[in-house]
């Protein structure tokens, strides 16, 4: 089995990527990776050769309400691409290509 999990965040009030956005990936409390957004708003190369599992998506984006967003993602075979879209009053997630 092959799991890898790349992100971007896209900051819809400003309609643009959200670059320079810290993002964490946890499991069972413990943080396995971490990175910024790149200046397309990209965290391309997050995480490779995960174990199947409940993960924790860790982001900190520039919303002056959302400071903190966590999703708990069940992670089985391939590759999972999880975008966050926020802004100042709300953020949505979805798996992506």
Known sequence: ????????VL???AGRP?????VEL???GRCLAKGLTDGDGRASDLARDLEPGVYGLVFHP???FFRRVELELQLEDGHYH????????GCTS????
């Open 62 to 64: 520039p919303s002056p």
């Open 26 to 28: 946890y499991r069972e």
């Open 11 to 13: 900051d819809t009030g």
């Open 82 to 89: 999880v975008p966050l879209l926020v802004s100042a009053y």
């Open 1 to 8: 089995m092959s799991i890898s999990l790349s992100t971007h």
């Open 94 to 97: 979805y798996r992506g290509s």
């Open 18 to 22: 959200a670059e320079q956005v810290r």
